[in-house]
């Protein structure tokens, strides 16, 4: 805690003076009485999330100008009043000395979505803070955390609206539109943080064959569109992704034509491509959350880029994600490595890819980098 890492471990733990519920905000002391920091108190192996080293009053102007700091950030980054983008972070989590809380701004709407308890608690004045610091930039506020926190507490409850009321959900991302549904669909309802890749991906994409795979709203695929892609084919296993998928395209003024959504397991279609594609994408969800499960989710990585390698053409391009925090940049490089040799295919790193910067990290808590990323030229 000294050197500003925002966790604090069950077994670090010497003495707690009264009782500390989940959720509750807890004041941390070093054994000689001096002052550490302030935080929620939670259950399980990380006892306390911190969320200040100077001090906590709890009223509404400290997440004010946690708010504030946090806005100024995306204002610098350009996000803010951005004629051609919408929708950003405007809150993640530590990279914003906000733990247990997310917040994405799309158009008008700001999703709050808490993964820890005592961040659930705070909900109502988060919202406020949000809209006395964005004033008229939010017009909604959506909470979806019912399925972030523990299920056994029964201060849950259901997601909804905080202020203001449900719109149409169409906004923008460099000129290109999206039906967010924030209310049903995954996460906040888009993956924000592969904005600067999808633009990546349009850049190489003219006159080319791409297929996205894991496609979800279809990101990917509309950007290689939007760039002059011959042909784009979005597959995911889920249909209400590929609806979402087609809602896009249509949205866009693409047709049939040039776009074309296939309901499939990735690794079975990969093995049995019978396009010459150009580009692939590969942008599995975490196949691992858990440090227990980091072997089998290593050996998925594997499979899924090994039968990518083995099937794209010679000179194609391979775009390729993480977004498990437990498998870290060196082992994800190791897997694919790995998955090169294995299919025998010559491979080269044109760019190492990872979070945005509207999804910031501490120096101080290196465990928030957690999305990396690699685009292969495969000879």
Same mark, same amino acid.
């Given at each position: ?25 807890? *004041? ?8 550490? %920091? ?37 204002? $610098? ?49 988060? +919202?406020?803070?949000? $809209?006395?610091?964005?004033? #008229? ?7 979806? =955390? ?32 999206f039906n967010i549904d924030w209310e049903t669909g995954q996460k906040t309802g888009f993956f924000?943080?592969?904005? *600067? ?10 006159? $080319? ?8 709203? %279809? ?14 084919? =979005? ?5 209400? +992704?590929?609806?979402?998928? #087609? ?26 491509? *019978?396009? #010459? ?39 194609? !391009? !391979? ?24 299919a025998g295919r010559t491979v080269r790193i044109l760019h190492q890819l990872h979070q945005p ?9 290196? *465990?928030?980098?957690y999305l990396k990323g690699l685009v292969l030229e495969v000879l």
């Open positions: 805690m000294k050197r500003f890492h925002p966790w604090v471990f069950s077994g670090a733990i010497g003495r707690v003076e009264g009782t500390a519920h989940n959720g509750d905000v807890a *004041e941390v002391y070093t054994q000689e009485g001096v002052y550490l %920091g302030t935080g929620h108190a939670a259950e399980g192996s990380i006892a306390v999330r911190i969320f200040s080293f100077t001090g906590f009053d709890d009223s509404q102007n400290f997440w004010n100008i946690k708010i504030e700091a946090a806005l100024q950030l995306r204002i $610098k980054l350009g996000l803010i009043d951005n004629p051609s983008t919408n929708i950003y972070r405007l809150v993640h989590a530590e990279g914003d000395g906000l733990p247990g809380l997310v917040v994405d701004i799309y158009n008008t709407t700001a999703v709050i979505q808490t993964h820890s308890v005592g961040m659930h608690l705070h909900r109502n004045k988060i +919202a406020i803070a949000i $809209k006395e610091v964005l004033k #008229d930039r939010v017009t909604a506020i959506y909470d979806k =955390s019912a399925e972030k926190i523990d299920k056994k507490n029964e201060i849950v409850g259901t997601d909804g609206y905080l202020l203001g009321a449900k719109n149409d959900g169409v906004s923008l991302e460099n000129n290109c539109r924000i943080d592969q904005r *600067e890749h999808r633009a990546l991906l349009g850049h190489y994409a003219k006159g $080319k064959k791409v297929l996205n795979t894991f496609c979800y709203s %279809g990101g990917f695929s509309i950007y290689a569109l939007k760039e002059g892609a011959t042909l784009a084919h =979005s597959l995911d296993s889920s249909q209400s +992704a590929l609806d979402l998928t #087609d809602r896009n395209v249509v949205l866009n003024g693409f047709d049939e034509k040039v776009h074309k959504s296939i309901k499939a397991d990735a690794v079975e279609f990969i093995k049995n491509i *019978e396009t #010459d594609y150009d580009i692939i994408v590969l942008d599995p969800p975490a196949f691992a959350k858990h440090l227990s499960a980091r072997h089998k989710a290593v050996q998925g990585y594997l499979r899924i880029n090994e039968a990518a390698l083995r099937q794209i053409k010679s000179g194609g !391009l !391979l775009f390729t994600f993480s977004c498990s925090q437990v498998v870290d940049k060196q082992l994800f490089n190791s897997t694919i490595a790995a998955a090169a040799i294995n910067p509207d999804h910031p990290i501490s120096i101080f808590h290196p *465990e928030g980098e």
